[in-house]
Every structure is written in C-alpha cells, then in structure tokens.
C-alpha cells in the first residue's frame, strides 16, 4: 500500500532526526520538521561550520526537497532565545505539520512557558500540535489550552 504524504512526511522526518543523531554531538540542539519533502531545521549550534554542515546532511537524505535553515549559532554561555522569538519558530513550526490543520493552533511564549491555543476537530490533532513543539530548544514549559471541537475517537488518542 502507498504511504500518504503525512507517512512520507513522518519517515523523512524521522530519517533526517535519526542522521543527525549520528552525527558528532553537535547537532544535540537542532530539531526537525518535515511538511511536503520541505525540511526545517531549528534549534542552535555552536558555530556558523556546525549549522552548514547540518543543513548540508539534511540536504543529501533521499526524498528532501529542500531545507529552511532556522538554525541560530550561538556560542555556548551566550543568552537564549527571547520569548518573541521562541513564538514566531513555534508558530512556523506548527504551520508546516500536516498534521496540525493550518491556522487551527497558535503559539505564545512568555517566560520560556508555550501556551497552544485554538480549537481542532479530533483530539489526534491536539496531540500533534504538542508533538510538533515539545522539544523545542529554550522552551521550559508546555500548556496544551487547544480545544477539541468534536468528539473523541478510539484513533485520536492513537495517532500520537
């Protein structure tokens, strides 16, 4: 049977995370999303060499399409991330789940705390949206507030 693009999506995803896994320790702090064979990389690394080899593996995993490059370089000591950019990656990242039905869920950030907010109609999507924000680098805290419009489903809870 043929994977759906949300499949797709998740197996690349997953190799691309697992590939960087691999690599030499310094990309510990950069997270991968996957929407349409687009990839986004966030999170930090320590030097500008660190960041273009990232991108560069993302880039030679079969079926990437391309690579948005949301990586900071940041010298270890240095300050995280404001709130308001904390905010603006969480907002991205959310827009290019496919599992996250687009403009249903916002982001806010305010004392390295998320709040989701909005309304879904399953609770499987709730739970993506949380997935797709979790690990998040500079985030301390999660607030699931995202309603769930319809009723709950034996297979909502599953798809997480």
Do not use: W, Y
Request: net charge negative.
């Amino acid at each position: 049977m043929a994977q759906t693009p949300h499949e797709m999506d998740r197996d690349l995803q997953a190799g691309v995370a697992e590939l960087l896994e691999r690599m030499a320790g310094h990309t510990a702090h950069v997270g991968v999303a996957v929407r349409g064979g687009m990839v986004m990389l966030f999170g930090e690394v320590g030097s500008t060499a660190e960041r273009l080899q990232t991108r560069q593996a993302a880039m030679g995993v079969l079926g990437v399409r391309g690579v948005a490059d949301e990586i900071v370089v940041r010298e270890p000591g240095t300050p995280g991330a404001s709130d308001a950019d904390l905010t603006k990656l969480a907002n991205r990242l959310l827009a290019m789940d496919a599992a996250v039905p687009t403009g249903t869920v916002r982001a806010g950030v305010r004392g390295c705390v998320l709040t989701l907010s909005g309304a879904v109609a399953v609770t499987g999507q709730r739970d993506a949206a949380a997935r797709v924000v979790r690990n998040l680098p500079g985030i301390v805290g999660l607030c699931n507030d995202i309603r769930v419009a319809g009723p709950a489903t034996d297979g909502d809870s599953l798809s997480s």
